[in-house]
């Protein structure tokens, strides 16, 4: 199985919020940086993934690219409102056939809208 088809079906285990087939994919020292966290670990990873599972109804890919041990993916999540639709990036670097480093870029701004509708 090449990275690419590896990062397609681990996003869509995220969509389906299959945690088990994602932990399948991720190596025990992953890395995740996102622009409001960085996470350490596999545990740390699938808390995350879990946490925000709950925000969106529908994860699409709409691109991925790949070469060597670098994917690229973009996707869109469809989030409870006040978010709507997020546009993301995810660069995947793989180590031993596993995922061992996840940056994501996507806007943060609405995430604190739904932050704060929350906690009304």
Do not use: N
């Amino acid at each position: 199985m090449t990275h690419k088809q590896i990062a397609k079906e681990f996003y869509e285990a995220f969509a389906q919020k299959d945690f088990e087939t994602m932990a399948g994919y991720l190596h025990a020292d992953v890395s995740l940086i996102t622009p409001l966290a960085r996470l350490e670990g596999k545990e740390a990873y699938l808390g995350a993934a879990r946490g925000f599972s709950v925000l969106f109804t529908a994860l699409t890919i709409r691109a991925l690219l790949g070469e060597g041990d670098e994917v690229m993916l973009v996707y869109d999540v469809a989030c409870l409102p006040p978010v709507g639709v997020s546009r993301a990036a995810a660069h995947v670097i793989f180590e031993d056939g596993l995922m061992k480093r996840i940056e994501l870029f996507h806007d943060t701004t609405p995430f604190a809208a739904l932050r704060g509708a929350l906690d009304a």
